[in-house]
Each structure stands twice: as structure tokens, then as C-alpha cells.
């Protein structure tokens, strides 16, 4: 028998004869410990972090329900030939329809034009702007930033990307490789979109140098983590007036605390960490799971993996 330890019901997956799923949760894992039936794990990040102190002779596969990998220990799966893979672009619409919604929020001024039941509207008339003409730099042009690059086509804009790691993309004018090119070309946006996740390199890149290189009227849309933010500098700017403001989304604590000190800016708006949340979501991640977990069960490779681990590598067709 080949097990399957999951933390999303895989209801409806019609797997082997030979195969079947257990529920468990970061808090259950350890007590299938040693078990060597298992052969893979589906969940999220705390539960590849809870597993990796476990012992299971026959696992393969931890198959993320995210997108990021934050604080998954993949380089210790690798040394024991086990496959990490994302649930990558499976977010991708949702998060890019939320940049969207942001850049429009701010533009159109909605925060401060609630509704039409008041006797008498204030319209911001002189500071309702359009998104034609701007230019907007999209941090990490990899799945995520590409959908919003594409979904910002129609709009006008001059799209450019920064990511040292991705090639030139047709959906972006340009993509500036290194930060010391970023750093030189940062001031002339009027939005930046970070889609950047939490790794090393990463960690507070917006710093205070690179905040002041940014024009006092560019709005940060964040969909990413905000460990790339350094949160001192970045509540100052905003604070402070010295950008435009900000949509934020991702914050440490979900949902984001009513005392989050971000509510209390006129200039920002503060989602409950919804951008990647859909109805279409989960039967996507499903389909996705499904695929992955028939691939392992038929010894060949899943799609998606991370952490450079080549499964069935050499298998004869």
C-alpha cells in the first residue's frame, strides 16, 4: 500500500488500487512517523516544516498547497532525494486581478469615495488619475509577475520587471537584471507591484536608500512578502508622505489585526490577505495535485519541483 499523508482533501482524486490518503495536519504528522507506506505529503508550509523531523523510508514527494517555499527546509529534502514541489501559477489570476483592483483603487481615489448615500460627494476631482501614460515596475517576473504584466497590457502602461533571474519576457518592455541597473531606473515609476517571496536575498530589499530613490507620488502595490520591506523605513515613507501610498496584502499575522499600525494612513489600503483567493482556486489545486500524485504512483516525474531533486532519473521507458 502507498500512502498519501494530505492536509487538503483530495476528495474526488481517483488514485491506484494500491494507494490512498490519510488526513493529517502539522500538529497529527508525527504520529505517522516511521510509517513506510508513506510515499507523499501534501500541505503547506508548516507542514513540510513539521515533517522534515519525521522519519518516512519511502517518501518522494512534499507536494506544497503554496506557491512559496518560505522557511521549507529543501535543501535537507534534497540531500534525502526527496522532491519538493510549489503549487506554482496556481495563484497567478487571482493575485494578478488584485494588483489590478489595487492600481484602480488608488487611481480612481475609491478609498476616499466610499459610496453615493451621502447628501453631498467630495469627487477628488484634481486627484483622480488614470492608469494610461503611467509606468509600472513589476518586482519578481516569474509566473505571478507575468500575469499581472499581461493583465496590465490593456491599460496603456509602460510595464517593465526586475528580476535577476528570468530572461527577457515578451509581456515586459524591460527586465532589469541587477540592483545597481534597478537603482539608477526605480525613480521614474509611478506603481511598483513586489511579487518577491521571502529567501535571503530578499530580506528588506526595500531598505531606506532604495525608498528614497522612489518618486514622493509612486504607489507600492504588495503582493509578495513584506519581509522585503524594512518595516521602519517603509511605515516612515508612507507616513511621512514621501510616497504616494500603498495596497498592501501579506502581512506576518493572518488576517492582518485590527491594530495593524498600516490602517491608521489615509494613504494606505489594507487588505485581509485575499489576493490569492478564489472560488476557482481549489479544484485548480486539486487538478494540479492530482497530476503530480499520478505521476509519482506511475514513477515518473512531477512537475513543479524546487529543489532540484530528479525523481525516477533514468527510468527505463
Known amino acids: 500500500m502507498k500512502l498519501i499523508l494530505s492536509q487538503l482533501s483530495l476528495e474526488g482524486v481517483h488514485l491506484s488500487k494500491d494507494a490512498?490518503?490519510?488526513?493529517?495536519?502539522?500538529?497529527?504528522?508525527?504520529?505517522?512517523?516511521g510509517n513506510p507506506e508513506v510515499v507523499?505529503?501534501?500541505?503547506?508550509r508548516a507542514l513540510a516544516i513539521r515533517a522534515v523531523s519525521c522519519s518516512f523510508p519511502q517518501l518522494k514527494l512534499i507536494q506544497l498547497t503554496s506557491a512559496g517555499?518560505?522557511?521549507?527546509?529543501?535543501?535537507?529534502?534534497?540531500?534525502?532525494?526527496?522532491?519538493?514541489?510549489?503549487?506554482?501559477?496556481?495563484?497567478?489570476?487571482?493575485?494578478?486581478?488584485?494588483v489590478v483592483f489595487g492600481m484602480l483603487t488608488m487611481a480612481k481615489k475609491?478609498?476616499?469615495?466610499?459610496?453615493?448615500?451621502?447628501?453631498?460627494?467630495?469627487?477628488?476631482?484634481r486627484t483622480i488619475t488614470e492608469l494610461a501614460g503611467k509606468q509600472v515596475l513589476i518586482l519578481g517576473a516569474g509566473g505571478i509577475g507575468t500575469a499581472v504584466a499581461k493583465r496590465l497590457a490593456g491599460f496603456e502602461l509602460t510595464v517593465d520587471g526586475y528580476d535577476p533571474y528570468c530572461k527577457q519576457k515578451p509581456e515586459f518592455q524591460t527586465i532589469w537584471r541587477t540592483k545597481q541597473k534597478l537603482?539608477?531606473?526605480?525613480?521614474?515609476?509611478?506603481?511598483?507591484?513586489?511579487?518577491?517571496?521571502?529567501?535571503?536575498?530578499?530580506?528588506h530589499f526595500f531598505d531606506a536608500s532604495l525608498l528614497s530613490l522612489l518618486k514622493p507620488t509612486a504607489v507600492v502595490v504588495s503582493v509578495g512578502r513584506m519581509s522585503v520591506f524594512e518595516e521602519e523605513a517603509f511605515y516612515d515613507a508612507l507616513s511621512k508622505r514621501r510616497l504616494g501610498g500603498a495596497v498592501l496584502?501579506?502581512?506576518e499575522k493572518l488576517?492582518?489585526?485590527?491594530?495593524?499600525?498600516?490602517?491608521?494612513?489615509?494613504?494606505?489600503?489594507?487588505?485581509?490577505?485575499?489576493?490569492?483567493?478564489?472560488?476557482?482556486?481549489?479544484?485548480?489545486?486539486?487538478?494540479?495535485?492530482?497530476e503530480n500524485i499520478h505521476a509519482l504512483l506511475a514513477e515518473n516525474p512531477p512537475k513543479?519541483?524546487?529543489?532540484?531533486?530528479?525523481?525516477?532519473?533514468g527510468k527505463s521507458k
Open 20 to 33: 490512498k490518503v490519510r488526513l493529517v495536519s502539522p500538529q497529527t504528522i508525527e504520529k505517522e512517523s
Open 40 to 44: 507523499a505529503i501534501v500541505g503547506s
Open 69 to 98: 517555499a518560505d522557511h521549507v527546509p529543501c535543501a535537507v529534502y534534497q540531500k534525502r532525494q526527496v522532491a519538493v514541489s510549489n503549487a506554482a501559477d496556481i495563484y497567478r489570476i487571482p493575485i494578478a486581478e488584485t
Open 110 to 125: 475609491l478609498r476616499a469615495n466610499p459610496n453615493n448615500r451621502r447628501l453631498k460627494l467630495w469627487r477628488h476631482y
Open 183 to 203: 537603482c539608477a531606473e526605480i525613480g521614474r515609476y509611478d506603481y511598483l507591484v513586489s511579487a518577491l517571496p521571502d529567501v535571503p536575498q530578499t530580506k
Open 249 to 251: 496584502d501579506i502581512f
Open 255 to 290: 488576517p492582518n489585526p485590527i491594530q495593524n499600525r498600516y490602517r491608521r494612513l489615509s494613504n494606505v489600503v489594507v487588505l485581509p490577505g485575499v489576493a490569492a483567493i478564489s472560488q476557482e482556486v481549489q479544484p485548480r489545486l486539486k487538478r494540479m495535485i492530482a
Open 304 to 313: 513543479n519541483i524546487i529543489n532540484g531533486v530528479e525523481l525516477f532519473k
